[in-house]
Structure formats: structure tokens, C-alpha cells
């Protein structure tokens, strides 16, 4: 079956040395026309500099045009001294924190080295996380402000954004500079299930059961390694509800599983930890085995026995559309006609307690209105930005509505044959 570039690439970052030869053999034949959009795609899906290492690792760094590896290299380049900058805002905030007596944790970014991502400038990092209990929330958004940032609106309710401000959102290479933008995250919880008209999952103690960790000449408080790897697990289902997925986030997960997957003593803590959750055992299997199938990591026992129990429209969703929505472009960002990112509605009408509340939220994501109405509300306060370009440039308003509407048809159209796999897939009673 023909590859696109996106797969191949995937299929050279698996764990395999089948799958990396494959894909290596499959990357060899890109056509000048396909190398030209290879560098953003790399980008957008946040595999940059997982693809130049990988490259580097066997000796194939001159496969690639030398316009497309001086691009990688340059931002590589450039990412180290991002990283740089970020440890050294990170390691401030740490320590008015701990001067305020804050009961905190570092979750995801730095945290995630190395048991998720081996060297720290192979990630793009937007964003500092940082997971605060309640009664220290109030003193952490003080924290923040004092330093300098500026709360933003959060469509949570258990997050709150803080922003340095001024700092305009950057794609591409200027994404990597220590000059881009960056946000500080307060959070609560790590689900929000009142956001995506889910089921709450209950708190699982990760601040009660945080570890302190080591990094870069650094010392702070983290989850271990079970808690951290369960919100890397919501983290993606977040992003797959919001219907913004990053390839990288994925990969990172592959990593550790193919670091971890035949450690039986971590496997029975993270039974433990949530053997009372079924949907998040649920959220454990259809991730894990969407990265088992695009980079061959593989699946733990523990894993391939919940994987049974699932329930059969979870399993017609991962057959047949969990890798259409992963390589999805990310939204607005390129024109397709017709997009499949919103396939990952049929998953999240399975989580639904709400029948009615479950065909709710699938009409306000066919064509979600919250940000029109925040657009309204600021032209209501200063009509005279309806006269800027450059505000209607920031919000993406044209290319926004053309991604809803054609992304909503395609989702519409495939209804019939959804509904079709489904019953096909429900033994017939005799």
C-alpha cells in the first residue's frame, strides 16, 4: 500500500528494525515536490529533531536534501539555547514556589527526561506544567503574576494560563527561539471532564505519592513514574477530544513503552493505581495500542488483557480510524479538503453518560461557537478591531470555518458506514 511522507517518516521513528529499515527504504524515493513540505509537517507534528537523531543514529543523514537537514540542524541549534532559557525561568519558579511553601509537581516538559524523551532538546517545549493542589492554588497564580505574567482566558475550569505578555504565537522555525512565546499552566486535576462532557475520573492522589527528580543540575518534585505515565495517557486523550493531536506526544509514549513494557513490578503499581477506573483502563488500551500500530512499540501484558474487555465500538474505532485522526494535519494550520480529525467524535460519543448531552457536544464540535463568541465579545468591547487584519489573522477566522465545515462534512458522510461497522462488528444472537 502507497505511504504518504508523514507515514513513512513514522514508520523510520518505530521501534523496530524492520519498521526503521522500511521506512528508511520508503524515504529514499521522496520526490523533490514531497520534500518541500516535509520541514513543516516535521514541525507541526513535533518530530523534527526525533527525525534528525534517528538519521544520525544510522548514518543516514545524507538521505535527506541538505536544504531540508541544514533546516533541522539550524533549529536544533536553536532549541538548545531555548531549553536553556526555559531551565532557567523553570528553576525561578521552582524555587519561589518552594520559598512560598507551594505544594506542587512538575508535570510533563522537563519531567519527561528520560523516561519519555532521552535528551531534552529533542522536544519542542511550549509551556511550563505544573500540577498545584487547591489550597496552594490561590499563592501559585500570586507567584506568577509577581514574576511578570499575565493570566489568560482557559476553556478549563481546573487550569489556569499565564502568558508573558506581548509574546505573539510563532510557527515554523521561530517556534525554536528562546525568544518565542511561553506559558506557565497551573492545574488542579489532569481531567477535565466537565470540558468534554465526559465522566469525572476520580483524583488519584498524584501530588500524595510525588517523587523528587533530577535533571539538568536541578532537583524538583515530579510524579513517579506510574502517575506520569497515566497523564501522558490523558494528556493525549485530551488532545484527541479537543481534536488536536501532536505526533510527538505519541512517539514519546512509544518510547516508554519500549523502554518499560517488561517491567512487571512497574506494570502491577499502575494496576493498582487505577484497577478501579474502567475508563481509564479503557484510555490505557486505545492509546497504547494506537502507538503500538504507528511505531511498533509494543504492549505490555497487562495492556493486551485489558484490551479484551474494551467495549466492541472502542475496538471499531482503533480498527479503523485511530490512525486516520493521528495524521490528521493539525487544524487550521493547512488547507484539506475534507479533513478526518473529526472522526475522534466517534470514540468520544462512547464515553458519554448522556445520550442527549452526547449528541450536544457532537453538534457544538461540528461547529464549535465558543470562540465566535469570544470574537464578538471583543468587537462588542472595541468595534475598531474589526478594522485590523492582523486581528482577524490571529484568530484564523476564514481558515478556522473552512476546517469546521469540511471536517464536518466528512464527519456526516461517514456516519452510515460507522454505524454499518458496528453492527457488523456485534455477534448475531442464534
Known amino acids: 500500500m502507497h505511504k504518504t511522507p508523514a507515514e513513512t517518516i513514522v514508520q523510520f521513528l518505530g ?3 524492520e519498521h526503521r529499515d522500511q521506512g528508511l527504504a520508503g524515504i529514499r524515493q521522496f520526490r523533490r515536490r514531497q520534500w518541500e513540505r516535509v520541514p513543516q509537517w516535521l514541525d507541526d507534528a513535533g518530530l523534527g529533531f526525533y527525525f534528525l537523531q534517528k538519521l544520525k543514529d544510522v548514518n543516514a543523514v545524507d538521505t535527506i536534501p541538505d536544504s531540508v537537514s541544514g533546516y533541522l540542524l539550524q533549529n536544533f541549534a536553536t532549541n538548545q539555547l531555548r531549553v536553556e532559557d526555559l531551565s532557567r525561568r523553570f528553576d525561578v519558579i521552582n524555587k519561589k514556589f518552594n520559598d512560598t511553601g507551594i505544594r506542587y509537581a512538575v508535570i510533563k516538559g522537563f519531567s519527561l527526561i528520560p523516561e519519555f524523551c ?3 532538546p529533542l522536544r519542542h517545549q511550549g509551556d511550563l506544567d505544573y500540577l498545584v493542589d ?17 493570566a489568560k482566558d482557559s476553556f478549563s ?25 511561553h506559558a506557565v499552566e497551573l492545574h488542579t486535576n489532569m481531567w477535565d471532564g466537565d470540558m468534554h462532557r465526559l465522566p469525572q475520573i476520580p483524583n488519584l492522589s498524584f501530588l500524595d505519592r510525588a517523587v523528587h527528580k533530577h535533571w539538568n543540575g536541578l532537583t524538583f518534585p515530579a510524579l513517579c513514574d506510574e502517575d506520569a505515565f497515566v497523564v501522558q495517557i490523558l494528556h493525549t486523550c485530551h488532545h484527541l477530544f479537543t481534536l488536536w493531536l501532536r505526533m510527538s506526544s505519541l512517539l514519546e509514549i512509544g518510547y516508554f513503552l519500549n523502554r518499560r513494557t517488561d517491567d512487571r513490578e512497574f506494570w502491577n503499581r499502575t494496576a493498582q493505581a487505577i484497577a478501579a477506573i474502567p475508563t481509564l483502563r479503557e484510555f490505557v488500551v486505545i492509546v497504547t495500542e494506537l502507538v503500538s500500530r504507528l511505531f511498533a512499540a509494543p504492549l505490555p501484558a497487562l495492556v493486551q488483557a485489558w484490551a479484551v474487555k474494551i467495549r466492541p465500538a472502542s475496538r471499531v474505532w482503533i480498527e479503523h480510524y485511530a490512525r486516520r485522526c493521528a495524521f490528521s494535519d493539525l487544524p487550521f494550520y493547512q488547507f484539506r479538503l475534507f479533513p478526518t480529525v473529526k472522526f475522534a467524535l466517534f470514540l468520544h460519543q462512547q464515553f458519554r453518560e448522556d445520550a442527549s ?17 469570544r470574537m464578538a465579545s471583543s468587537l462588542k468591547k472595541h468595534p475598531s478591531l474589526a478594522l485590523k487584519p492582523s486581528w482577524w489573522g490571529h484568530h484564523m477566522f476564514v481558515r478556522r470555518s473552512m476546517f469546521h465545515i469540511l471536517a464536518g462534512i466528512r464527519y456526516l458522510v461517514e456516519v452510515p458506514r460507522w454505524r454499518w461497522r458496528n453492527r457488523k462488528s456485534v455477534p448475531i444472537a442464534s
Request: glycine share 8%; charged share 25%.
Open 157 to 181: 475550569r481546573i487550569e489556569k494560563i499565564f502568558v508573558i505578555p506581548g509574546g505573539k504565537p510563532s510557527r515554523g522555525a521561530a517556534q525554536y527561539s528562546p525568544r518565542a512565546p
Open 357 to 373: 448531552v452526547g449528541k450536544s457536544v457532537v453538534r457544538k464540535r461540528l461547529l464549535p461557537s465558543a470562540r465566535i463568541s
Open 118 to 120: 532521552p535528551y531534552s
Open 134 to 150: 487547591d489550597e496552594s492554588f490561590p499563592a501559585a497564580c500570586r507567584v506568577l503574576a509577581e514574576a511578570g505574567y499575565l
Open 15 to 17: 521501534f523496530s528494525v
